[in-house]
């Protein structure tokens, strides 16, 4: 048997895990939060700070990422649609 030191694997250099500060992982929830939305006191706590966290995380060069993103459009924007709607037909 060989000393504990053959045993131990070499870990590259620029771990992107690997930092001795108190700082939370990179894949924690709250990381895709722009910093002005936390400055106002959101976090991925809050039902707001939820769906910010969520869409920031989509990536544009995903196509099931993509669809997403094109169905939230949809969802927040036919709301808005019907409203308008309903004013221009009232006059």
Known sequence: MGSPDALREDW???????HDDDTEPSWFPGHALPEHARSIGLTHHTQEGALLEFAGRLDGSRPAHRIMAWFLLVVFGL???FAVLRVILYF
Do not use: I, K, T, Y
Not at 12 to 18: A, G, H, I, T
């Open 79 to 81: 709301p808005v649609f």
């Open 12 to 18: 590259p250099e620029n771990d992107p895990e690997d």
